[in-house]
């Protein structure tokens, strides 16, 4: 792949200078720099589908980083976005989000003095990342697409693992639904769910992906592996009132028990419509099926969904998890939502756990469950034997003396 061509914003000339080296010793020396907001926009008005990457530094005179991330917007600029700044830790996490929050690619943000580690492990994401294109990557399927799926059958399972943080052993996994579809590969949920609650079709396919979920842990549990499984639940589904009573009989004719299945509840969803489906969660609470909060503390309500539903199991968002330890914020609200879960009695699941460090950390703090890319990615059923073999032989080593 050819080097990218590389724009840098930074008002500070020696910063400029100091990182176009950096970039020509690492071969990227195809690099634009520029100290002023309105010149670096005029060039991408003209030129941006041949502007790969950009350097942005947030702090500037006149047009500072978050405008000109506005504008970025107004130009429909799809490439690569680095931001840089020498700001507090929090500011830049703020605006990786915001620049998230507008569909823009954001490889990362450094702190200066940028160092040439730090560059040679954005290139290799920018790699990585470049032969999906931002288009593709947001690309959105019609009701009728989504119908004619769950009808054909072309809806699969993937499922991912959840361990014991104190001694690694696996306890479960997350069921995530994969759309295999006839042209485009397999399709993530993010780019077909929404259309589905939208348009009355996700109790079909939530129904699907549960009754094969529950026969797939029947497989397992034939095979000597007994698994809790975790299915996702969109409000939609509990606000229908015989949705208990299909869960439960699915569960039968699986012939498994009620407390080996988990339904994970996204709160920014919970929280819409809570009571319409509070009678729902109730019985099934009752009937011993577990519920669990999803993505906690990335909604609005978390204190008062966890006072008004009895959910046994809180799943902390990525957010909080990956990179904690070295990061005060993540550091506080993660130990707060673990103090939390313990005074009331619930597990905990730290989603998002890609490193070492992450995997050291939760043990540190005493987490019960762990699941990320750390572990594993979400694999199909029959990959699950061989990963469960390479992950016995990485136990021992992860587990604590």
């Not at 907001?37 to 006149?62: H, K, R, Y």
């Not at 990342?129 to 593709?136: H, L, N, R, S, V």
């Not at 397999?186 to 769910?193: G, W």
Request: proline share 4%.
């Amino acid at each position: 792949m050819a080097a990218p061509r590389v724009l840098i914003l930074d008002d500070e000339p020696f910063q400029l200078k100091l990182l176009s080296r950096q970039l020509a010793n690492l071969g990227l020396d195809r690099v634009d720099t520029f100290t002023s907001g309105q010149a670096a926009l005029a060039l991408l008005e003209q030129q941006a589908s041949d502007v790969q990457m950009i350097f942005l530094d947030l702090n500037m005179p006149g047009m500072d980083g978050v405008e000109f991330i506005r504008r970025l917007v107004d130009i429909h600029y799809t490439s690569a976005l680095v931001l840089v700044s020498g700001e507090d830790e929090r500011i830049l996490d703020t605006s990786v989000r915001l620049a998230r929050a507008h569909h823009l690619n954001v490889l990362g943000h450094v702190n200066k003095p940028v160092q040439p580690e730090t560059i040679r492990a954005l290139l290799k994401r920018w790699r990585n990342m470049a032969p999906k294109t931002a288009g593709e990557a947001r690309k959105r399927y019609s009701a009728a697409q989504v119908r004619h799926a769950v009808a054909s059958g072309e809806l699969v399972n993937y499922y991912q693992p959840k361990v014991e943080v104190v001694s690694g052993a696996l306890k479960g996994v997350e069921t995530l639904v994969r759309w295999r579809h006839p042209d485009d590969g397999l399709v993530f949920p993010d780019q077909f769910i929404g259309v589905a609650e939208e348009h009355g079709i996700i109790d079909d396919l939530t129904r699907i992906v549960l009754t094969e979920a529950l026969a797939q842990a029947r497989r397992w549990r034939e095979a000597g592996l007994v698994l809790r499984i975790a299915v996702n639940v969109s409000m939609d589904n509990l606000a229908r009132l015989d949705f208990t009573n299909f869960v439960l009989g699915q569960i039968v004719r699986a012939g498994g028990a009620p407390d080996e299945l988990i339904l994970e509840v996204t709160e920014s969803r919970l929280m819409t419509d809570a009571l319409a489906s509070l009678d729902t969660l109730t019985r099934l609470r009752l009937k011993k099926i577990s519920l669990s909060i999803d993505d906690l503390g990335t909604g609005n309500s978390s204190l008062a969904q966890l006072r008004d539903i009895p959910f046994d199991e809180i799943k902390i968002d990525r957010s909080f998890v990956h990179g904690a330890c070295r990061d005060n914020t993540r550091n506080a609200i993660f130990t707060a939502s673990l103090a939390m879960a313990r005074q009331l009695g619930i597990v905990t699941v730290a989603e998002g756990v890609e490193d070492q460090a992450d995997w050291d950390f939760l043990r540190q703090q005493g987490c019960d469950l762990a699941q990320g890319y750390f572990i594993a990615r979400a694999m199909p059923a029959e990959d699950l034997p061989a990963w469960l073999a390479d992950w016995e032989t990485r136990r021992p080593l992860l587990a604590p003396a």
